[in-house]
């Protein structure tokens, strides 16, 4: 139904910033809520932050919270990720996701379109 691409990653120092984007295809856009996950190498794939489908409502895992800004402009089509205060641990592929609901979770099983992913490495 809808297909997601990422940009916005690259190599930051410890304690710089990057902005995600999420572009998405499809007029139903503005139907689906959106969610970060992101997966470093030999871990399991880990819920970042996720955002409704008006973008009233928020919710991010403990350790991104207060450093992290999940957005939506459904005029563009658009999710964004700010990301300030990075850290070494940050580092990982970040992919957006979308689900066919009102508010997203924290489980990737509830997400039915992926993007291919955009790497962020923070070096200390």
């Known amino acids: 139904q809808v297909q997601l691409v990422e940009s916005g990653g690259g190599l930051v120092q410890a304690g710089g910033s990057l902005r995600l984007s999420c572009a998405a295809s499809g007029r139903t856009f503005s139907r689906y809520a959106i969610a970060w996950f992101r997966q470093a190498p030999g871990k399991e794939r880990q819920f970042v932050a996720t955002?409704?489908?008006?973008?009233?409502?928020?919710y991010y895992r403990d350790s991104v919270k207060g450093r992290f800004t999940i957005s939506r402009d459904n005029a563009k089509n658009t999710v964004y990720l700010q990301m300030n205060s990075l850290k070494p641990e940050d580092t990982a592929v970040y992919y957006c996701a979308a689900a066919p609901s009102y508010s997203g979770s924290s489980y990737a099983s509830e997400y039915d379109y992926w993007g291919q992913g955009t790497q962020v490495t923070v070096s200390s």
């Open positions: 955002i409704n489908l008006s973008g009233s409502n928020t």
